[in-house]
């Protein structure tokens, strides 16, 4: 200590050491995410256009290295993940007090992803909600949308047409979905049969398939 | 009064504590468990863990009120639709509970009446919205460490407000 006699007293010290440490740095008008409300007015919208060009480059990141289709799916699903966990705690926020709930079962999520959510993210309900109808996949539910908004303005080429990009969507799902408390794995599936004349050829189905163990915790919460 | 106040993540791992008194009363909010108490704090918040995984699913209300007792601590419980727990302990100082009949009606001396379960109600609904604000953040990611001081102080302010 004597050899260094500039040296500021321990406390303070410690204290700037730490505040170095964690290197935070503050706007000048001192506002940080803190100060900024929730309930951003429904009227706020973002250019299509813009996301659409934001879009475009997204896919061609996750196009990067990618070893296959199913490859790049996964990638934009992983893209999407993080934002559906964030929606669903900010779009309960959003929900009038009294209908403040956390989904308890499977409907209730899945109808609140697809009013709640697809309301949010796309200014429109969902076109479909179906559980499969197949009595070996109990555990598979199906939201299909016909006019999948992140496709607008993405043709896929002939030799990768089974990609959908859909798959970011899928992905924010996903995240709803594991968020709430109901692990799933959903992936975007492409019905158009590219026949002519078809009513809508770029209908989506998100299919959903939910972990064995959320099928067996809904049999035995219906119960009691 | 003192409180101890914990945000736990979907993996039961802390991300958040704060130790506070209350702020009511002429309380300098300044926690005081006893010596050898403070340190089970973490213990009984931990243990009544299992039993919010039970009330979790009864009722879809985010509060879920006081789930649990050990001794003189009560536990709180608000869960966030991303299954990320709020739990407050609340440990009554024993003469304030015992000395007058004013004290009676306040907070501090009920740790189960509906005035105290509405104080707690409104700490957590103000966390709560500091909550989603942080997880906002692009740079979140589900189960990380909040440190920002920022969210510290909201904390701090909200428990002086109504605790």
New interface residues.
Partial sequence: MASQPSKPPPSSQASSARNSQ?G?RYPSTGK???H?P?NRSRTQELSQAGFAYLFSEMVGYAQRRVTGIQDLEKRLNVQGH?IG??L???L??REPART?????NII?LLQFITTVLWRHLFSRPADALEKSSNPDTPDEYMISDNEPLVNQYISVPKEMNQLNCAAFVAGIVEGACD???FPARVTAHSVGKGEEGELWPGKTVFLVKFQPEVVE?EAY?GKT | MSYYFAIIGTQDNPLFEYEFGTAKQGGDGVARFPEQARHMNQFIVHSSLDIVEEV??G????YLKCIDRFYNNYVSCF?????VKFLLLHAPSQPAASTTARASTSIAANPTSPQTEEAIKQFFTET??????????PFY??NQEV?????RS?VAAAGKKYL
């Fill in positions: 964690q935070l940080t995410i803190y900024r929730l993080p966990l964030k669903l705690d900010l309960l926020y403040q709930l956390r989904p308890l209730a968020g709430a408390g915790r919460l | 979790q699913w009722s879809g209300q985010m869960m966030t639709g991303g299954n709560y919205e500091n909550w989603v604000k942080t997880i906002m953040s990611q589900v440190r920002s001081p920022v969210f909201r």
